[in-house]
């Protein structure tokens, strides 16, 4: 189908994080199509309202219903969501998927029930959708138990560095690049840091990216207090991309113990840079990662302790990490996503 516009929707743009930076890309790629794209929100954020418009303004945009696809990015519950059932253009999904309300309820009901009720939206809008397109292979299983589409796994973009050289000659560091959530379990990496101290001294971990929660939050800081870790354990909120690259090149390994990823963007940002990757193997993460990480069936803290020990103080193996994380990196380079998003949108038949 040759697609004269391709507008996409998602409950609130926002610059920085991993749904955000998937919408301008597209946005972008598609006009170098030629191809007319705006972007529609169910939320404004002001930071971002130069770009966007609110969903009532689409009819300005829309110059043929049969020859313009609307496009939603299905992350968590919105206004969108209803709108789109409403309009007779026809419709696709991107699929982010979203966390799992259990694992929030505990520490912010208000967000699990909002994502109770995504789910309840995503099932009348499988129905709707001529296709869904998926960042992972666990995504798209997940997606599937919400009714029948067509689906297709096409990863997230992320772009390699120029140029990358760490900085050397300070103490190992472990990073963490991702929202200060319960499902992220910072906690787990907290803990397994105060049993890595005692063979590695000097180490040091870095927990990068915004908080969520007041609750978690609060837990988090008390559970350094109290492991007597606040001296090595650095909280540094939301950074801007400069910052972030700074601390991508002071870090020895990087360590994700989440407990539900979809996709997993800082992986890959970690392993284009050539940093060793130790994680949790559960959910999307093998799929992101393939064979070029530490990947862990148990996060007990010895065990993760004895894991990130390893990768920091075996060369051969920090090596072999390294280097196998460059090559997988490049399976998700913006070209090679370009191709397969092409082929989905526009070799899809909707007769």
């Known amino acids: 189908m040759k697609w004269e516009a391709v507008h996409q929707f998602v409950p609130r743009f926002a610059h920085g994080d991993a749904v955000g930076s998937h919408v301008a890309w597209m946005r972008d790629h598609l006009r170098s199509r030629g191809c007319r794209s705006e972007i529609f929100v169910g939320t404004e954020n002001e930071d971002t309202s130069a770009e966007t418009f609110d969903l009532q303004e689409i009819d300005h945009h829309v110059r043929s219903k049969a020859d313009t696809l609307l496009l939603y990015h299905v992350a968590q519950a919105s206004p969108c969501a209803h709108f789109l059932l ?94 200060i959530a319960p499902n992220k379990a910072i906690h787990d990496l907290v803990t397994a840091l105060s049993i890595l101290r005692l063979r ?12 969520t929660t007041q609750l978690y939050d609060e837990a988090i800081e008390g559970l350094i207090d109290a492991l007597d870790l606040s001296e090595v354990v650095s909280l540094t909120g939301w950074v801007d991309e400069e910052q972030l690259e700074r601390e991508y090149l002071e870090a020895s390994v990087f360590c994700t113990l989440s407990d539900h990823e979809g996709f997993g963007v800082p992986l890959v940002e970690a392993m284009a840079r050539g940093i060793p990757v130790v994680a949790y193997e559960n959910t999307a993460i093998s799929q992101t990662v393939g064979d070029a990480g530490l990947l862990l069936t148990s996060k007990k803290p ?36 370009a191709t397969a998003l092409d082929q989905a949108l526009f070799e899809v038949d909707i007769s």
Do not use: M, Y
């Open 86 to 179: 409403e309009r007779p253009e026809p419709l696709a999904l991107v699929f982010h998927n979203f966390t799992p309300p259990e694992l929030l309820l505990h520490w912010d009901p208000s967000v699990a029930f909002e994502l109770l009720k995504a789910q309840d939206q995503l099932g009348d809008l499988v129905e709707r959708s001529i296709l869904a397109i998926c960042d992972s292979d666990f995504n798209a299983q997940v997606l599937s138990e919400f009714g029948p589409v067509d689906s297709c796994v096409i990863p997230l973009p992320v772009e390699a560095p120029r140029s990358f050289e760490p900085t050397k000659g300070h103490s190992p560091t472990v990073l963490f690049v991702g929202r």
């Open 302 to 337: 010895a065990v993760v302790a004895a894991a990130l020990e390893r990768a920091l103080t075996d060369s051969a193996l920090a090596k072999r990490l390294s280097d196998s994380g460059l090559r997988r990196s490049s399976a998700f380079a913006p070209d090679k996503v």
């Open 200 to 211: 590695l001294p000097e180490v040091r971990l870095r927990v990068v990216g915004a908080p």
